[in-house]
């Protein structure tokens, strides 16, 4: 029963001490745009658009179906980039948040990941457009998914 009255002092004395970890990470924020990963010479184009009154940053992610292999694209807070991605079958996920700790870290505890549900086939220069912003009725579905399986 003591444990219990002083489990919530420890959880926020536990946040407190990551926060303080944390914040030696924190890493200048990528250009909007930057791309990880490898490059193809037969690939298609990805064109990302985040909210303009947004504030929060996106870490793209999209995994190869057949091989694994990822790449990713750091878009900032109100930006379009464009980009092109291998041609192949992908699963996409990302990552939002404000302040970036990197690939490994994204964006700390204040990270929010979703996936897509959908499969995006990048083949002979034909690619998607995304509008990520939420809005009902749309037709990117998305559920959320924990940082640590990202």
């Known amino acids: ?86 041609d192949g079958t992908y699963s996409m996920r990302y990552a939002t948040g404000l302040n970036w700790y990197g690939s490994r870290l994204l964006f700390g505890l204040n990270t929010h990941c979703s996936k897509s549900n959908d499969e995006f086939i990048f083949e002979n220069g034909r690619g998607y457009s995304l509008t990520l912003q939420k809005v009902a009725h749309g037709n990117l579905h998305t559920s959320t998914m924990d940082a640590s399986e990202f």
Do not use: C
């Open 1 to 86: 029963m003591v444990n219990y009255i002083f489990q919530p002092h420890y959880k926020r004395l536990h946040d407190d001490l990551v926060r303080s970890a944390l914040s030696q990470y924190a890493q200048v924020r990528p250009v909007s745009g930057t791309f990880y990963g490898r490059r193809d010479y037969h690939s298609s184009p990805l064109r990302v658009t985040t909210p303009e009154y947004g504030f929060e940053d996106y870490y793209i992610k999209l995994v190869n179906k057949w091989t694994d292999e990822s790449v990713a694209i750091y878009v900032r807070a109100g930006s379009t980039v464009e980009v092109s991605i291998p």
